[in-house]
């Protein structure tokens, strides 16, 4: 629990606090949903504030924020709008001011991180092609030197490129591409390999303007085309001598990047549905009830609360390593992986409990952006299937063994001896691993060293049981499969299952030291890690079932009488719930981070304002209802039983206007959008616009 969980610096702060704020009260999602881009004086603020060069050292004109504050801004930003979140995260993630900071040329910094600092130059990365997806090394994109008239030597570059944000509207391409020096020029061989280069949009050759359509969510992602376009070998990104060295450059930026974006805009995600969720069982009124006292809205809504707090606390812990230096290739898939598959399920639950409100699209929609937006992040940057199957275990298992890798290393050197010391070292450390397994197990985890004290002691107990478990399966798997381990998918799928979760617990205990062990945060952080440890006991089912007749017969009937855990129990779930259901620090704790409206001519801002009414009304109104049960009033409409009890003295005519005002908010807040024929058909396009930005409450029907 010494890990680093890092606090933002106050420049970072009043960062956060202040422009990220401004630029979020500039953007509604709808508006841009229906222009199908930013308004044009977000984009100017972008460009003032430097938000597109956080990642840019301050001497080169960015902001030169931390890992952990970059996160934060896209996490804000995306609690928002999507599109927002995309436009200033890409190009603060891999691309051409990532790479040129890790590996251009002095030259090359001086010339382009200024201009991408302040948005003079918008760049995109171009990677994917139509024939390259998850298999990026079989890129097509070429390269070949040649020398000029001039005698100074040139690339003839040739693409094509697929779903590259930002693609259409960049001046500066970052290109993958495999170069080929059919002359040896430059020295590194006839075939270099995967190279990156640096190209000005506007070159002859190139075409740019076209846009995909990546399910109606209109952030700019675009193919790219390059015939016979020609730019000096010093366009390659380090010079000449960084030639061949793209692939590195990738996975080793990937690795980064990968843990800031998609987690940040996932938990976001999941942070923002649990906040409108709430907040709407809270204010949306049946059967004389809020739905929220309903204990089928309650399963979701505990889920929602407790991810949102175990990704919150995820993300953090990540930054905390990436702010140190570290290049975390297991932990940013892990962390990509489950925080947008849990924003998926996260956006589903809460669509549920808000139903209709949920799927009638118009600008008091919050929810229907972020619904048809999930599966993009599934698919991105590693399409989830590949990331949970090969990258999390598949190839995590090699690269953090203590011995494999020194296995591999001695065989590649023929070095006889080397493999001999590790292999033995090998077999010592499984049989340490199925001793401590076998007595963690027996004890459910109360042998565990280092379980220490507090709250959440016996979840530390199991989550090293859980660990000691892992270690010996996955060092069983390894010596009876080897090196097809890595294509049996379905069982690598349930290991990276297993790590998963435990790095989520993991982090989950590892913020609630953090933040003081405040027992009322303890059911979130209970609830977050029965859950998990719930997910890695059917993870371990799931490998006992496939991993021979001892593990399917002894092994799993052990693993079924003696469970890592059953989940939250229903009365976890109704405190957590409890917290959503509320204004208060509570929600606050869960929801940190979103960005809260204000104006009660939005959506958010109407819902907002509803809740706190509801809460301020809600002793008035078990009053009348208690003078109605017991007779004292007569059973009526709600303004029937209002009158009545205003007229007897139960409450004042201060309560009753409280009263009223509540009712009507709640109105208000649930209302949804219509359009005209004309308008709809329009796609809610110009006229429907101009309505909404004149009229907010224009146009809606209960």
Known sequence: MSEPYPELSAVEQAFVDGPVEQLCAMVRDWDVHVTKDLPPAAWDFIRQERFLGM????????????????????????????????????PNSIGPAELLVHYGTEEQRARYLPRLASGADIPCFALTEPGAGSDAGKIRASGVVFRGTDGALYLRLNWEKRYITLGAIATLLGLAFKLRDPENLLERGTNPGITCALIPAGLPGITQGHRHDPLGVPFVNSPLWGHDVVVPVDAIIGGAAQAGNGWRMLMESLAAGRGISLPAAGTGGVKAAARVAGAYAAVRQQFGLPIGAFGGIVEPLARLGGWAYMLEAARRYTCGGLDGGAKPAVVSAIMKYNCTELSRKAVGDAMDILGGAAISRGPRNLLASGYAAAPIGITVEGANILTRTLMIFGQGAIR??????????????????????AFWAHIGHVVRNAFRALLLSVTRGWLAGGAGGGALRRYRRRLLWASASFAFLADTAMVRHGGALKRMEQLTGRFADVLSWMYLATATMRRFEAEGRRSADVPLAAWALEYALLQMQTAFDGLYANMG?????????????????????????????????????????????VYRCTNTAEAAGRLEH???????????????????????????????ELAAALQQGIISS???????????????????????????????????????MALPEVAVVA
């Open 55 to 90: 990642i840019i050292p301050r001497e080169y004109g960015g902001l030169g924020f931390s890992p952990s504050c970059n996160s934060a801004v896209q996490a804000k930003l995306a609690t928002r709008c999507g599109v927002l979140a995309t436009v200033v995260g890409v």
């Open 400 to 421: 953090c063994h203590p011995y494999a890798i020194r296995e591999i290393s001695a065989l590649q050197a023929d070095d006889a001896l080397a493999f001999d010391a």
């Open 549 to 593: 007749w001892l593990a399917a017969g002894p092994l799993a009937a052990w693993s079924r009488l003696n469970s890592l855990g059953s989940g939250p129990t229903d009365a976890l779930g109704q405190r957590v719930a409890d917290m959503l259901l509320q204004p208060g620090p509570q929600r606050d704790v869960i929801t940190t981070g």
């Open 610 to 640: 509803a809740l706190q009414l509801t809460a301020q009304a809600s002793g008035l109104l078990r009053k009348v209802r208690s003078a109605v049960r017991s007779g004292q009033l007569r059973k009526g409409s709600a303004q029937q």
């Open 654 to 692: 201060a309560d009753a206007e409280l009263l009223r005002a509540a009712e009507a908010a709640q109105d208000d807040a649930t209302q949804v959008d219509s359009f005209t024929l004309d308008e709809y058909a329009m796609g809610g396009n110009a006229t429907a616009l101009q309505l909404h």
